[in-house]
């Protein structure tokens, strides 16, 4: 079994009606809290995309909610008008790894190791931010997966609905203010 089945085994199952509330619910957060450093520029699927004004972002939250005394996990992709931070991956863990543990994330069967540090990881290069957005486009699905600081394994999900366009919409806006187009 992997970790996605062991995960969805312990996990009631959840209607399509009530994912969709919750991510009305979630953007509708999102666009709140984003409206105090920056304005939503898409939100669609499971995705937003934030311009923050030095950086414009795609994001996401796990589709495991957090409880109010633990942290959300979330992921995305962070964009500079600069191009010094471009489509730079990146995700906050919803638990912290032990010193030796490595970060996986998993796009279909597709795995890419992760540099981590604390309770968040990055992609290694812009090669693989390049190829973690290509496998993002033709997946549905995504997991970071770790072992906390006890060693036991967890696993965050991701939907992808919607990432595509967020990540599109972030680095299109990104890119006019590079060029002097926006302020």
């Not at 962070?78 to 970060?103: I, K, M, Y």
């Not at 072992?147 to 609905?161: A, I, K, N, T, W």
Request: charged share 20%; hydrophobic share 50%.
């Amino acid at each position: 079994m992997d970790v996605h089945e062991e995960w969805c085994s312990r996990v009631a199952p959840v209607s399509n009606a009530f994912v969709k509330s919750a991510f009305v619910i979630f953007a509708a957060t999102l666009a709140t809290a984003a409206n105090a450093r920056g304005s939503v520029i898409y939100a669609g699927g499971a995705w937003a995309a934030i311009d923050r004004g030095a950086v414009c972002e795609a994001l996401s939250r796990s589709q495991k909610v957090a409880a109010k005394d633990k942290v959300q996990a979330l992921a995305g992709f962070a964009f500079t008008s600069d191009h010094h931070r471009w489509a730079e991956f990146h995700v906050r863990l919803s638990r912290v790894p032990r010193g030796d543990a490595s970060v996986m994330l998993q796009i279909g069967g597709q795995p890419f190791l992760l540099v981590r540090s604390d309770g968040w990881a990055w992609s290694r290069s812009p090669l693989q931010a390049q190829a973690i957005i290509a496998a993002m486009r033709d997946g549905a699905t995504m997991s970071v997966i770790s072992r906390d600081e006890h060693g036991v394994r967890f696993s965050d999900p991701y939907l992808l609905d919607g990432a595509p366009t967020a990540i599109d919409a972030a680095a299109a806006r990104c890119a006019l203010r590079g060029a002097g187009k926006i302020q």
